[in-house]
C-alpha cells in the first residue's frame, strides 16, 4: 500500500512500517497544508493518510475523499509511543476502508 504519513506524526515512523511505501508530508512538499487540502491531493496517490489528529474524522467529511484514514492514538506523537502501534497498523492496512478513518489505539 501507498502510505502518507501527516507531518505530525514523527517521520521516524515511517522504516516502521515495513512491506509498503510510505512517504511523509514534508517529503511530498505538503507541510502546512490544511487536512482538507492534504487529503485532496493525497487522494490522487496514496492510499491510507496515516496522522496522530484526533479532531481530522469530525472536522471532514472523509466520504468524500478517495483515501483511507488511519487515526493513531497514543499519549503523545513521539516515535517511542506510536512504536507500540505498529504491529496493529500492519494487521489494518490490508482491510481499511476507503473514505473512513480506522482508530488503532493501545
Known sequence: MRVLLDECVDQRL??????HE???????GWANFKNGQL????QHIFDVF???DHNLQ???NLSKFDIAV???RAPTNRLV???PLIPSLLRQLPTVLVGQATVIEH
Open 39 to 42: 487529503l485532496t491531493l493525497a
Open 81 to 83: 509511543d506510536l512504536k
Open 50 to 52: 496515516v496522522t496522530v
Open 14 to 19: 515511517a522504516a516502521e512500517i515495513q512491506g
Open 70 to 72: 488511519i487515526v493513531l
Open 58 to 60: 469530525h472536522q471532514q
Open 22 to 28: 510510505v512517504k511523509t508530508v514534508p517529503e511530498m
